[in-house]
């Protein structure tokens, strides 16, 4: 499978516990985003990447929220002390040029119990 | 506040018949607009695009009309078929940004036979 994907696929976890998401992209793609997705609402953007630097970032995203994408290749999600609040699906996509090109992988869903 | 709104959360339409999806914005920094359809259990899939600068785009059995004075856009699927079954993204890009994607909340289609 060549496609964009997450890893896991599903967490729960308590409220105050660190959780971190991994994204693979497509292999070349340079660019890489991350959303999140609560139930009733559209994807909401939260950072980009290009290679390895962060060039976009919500102020949506608080400072408990922490992107990295060391090589340029995969990325990682961390929220620090979740709360029930961060509970939704967290999307991750890539591409090679912009973004009607990305590619949204199936996604992280997040429950904080 | 919305910055992209879908005011229908659903539309169902006949086999065959056309479906008109509409969006409308707010932001007059939008310079970019993007259409996804969106799976149950899977990512968003990009759609068709239009810039600012055009009026129409289309591809295939999908149109998409830009009117910049009233901010709205629309998407049109013609014949529409089952498989359109679907939730669809409206989505915009303001000028100067390249990941920082704002998506209205969807709008069902139920394409029936």
């Known amino acids: 499978d060549t496609g964009v994907s997450q890893n896991p696929r599903h967490k729960i976890t308590k409220r105050g516990q660190n959780v971190t998401f991994r994204c693979d992209p497509i292999s070349e793609h340079n660019r890489l985003y991350w959303y999140r997705q609560t139930l009733g609402q559209g994807p909401e953007f939260l950072t980009y990447?290009?290679?390895?630097?962060?060039?976009?970032k919500s102020r949506l995203l608080s400072d408990r929220f922490s992107a990295e994408r060391p090589k340029g290749s995969f990325s990682t999600l961390e929220i620090q002390r979740t709360e029930q609040g961060d509970s939704a699906m967290y999307l991750c996509a890539s591409s090679n040029r912009g973004v009607d090109t990305q590619y949204f992988g199936p996604g992280t869903r997040l429950t904080v119990l | 506040d919305q910055q992209v709104k879908q005011n229908s959360p659903s539309l169902s339409v006949q086999e065959g018949r056309i479906s008109i999806l509409n969006c409308d914005y707010t932001?007059?920094?939008?310079?970019?607009f993007l259409w996804y359809k969106k799976y149950p259990a899977e990512g968003p899939t990009f759609l068709i695009s239009i810039s600012s600068i055009k009026d129409k785009n289309e591809d295939g059995r999908f149109t998409v009309f830009l009117n910049k004075s009233a901010k709205h856009l629309s998407l049109h699927i013609v014949p529409s078929q089952p498989g359109d079954s679907a939730v669809y993204f409206c989505a915009a890009l303001a000028s100067g940004s390249q990941g920082n994607l704002i998506f209205g909340k969807g709008t069902k289609l139920s394409v029936k036979p």
């Open positions: 932001n007059s920094m939008f310079d970019y």
């Open positions: 990447f290009q290679n390895e630097a962060q060039l976009e």
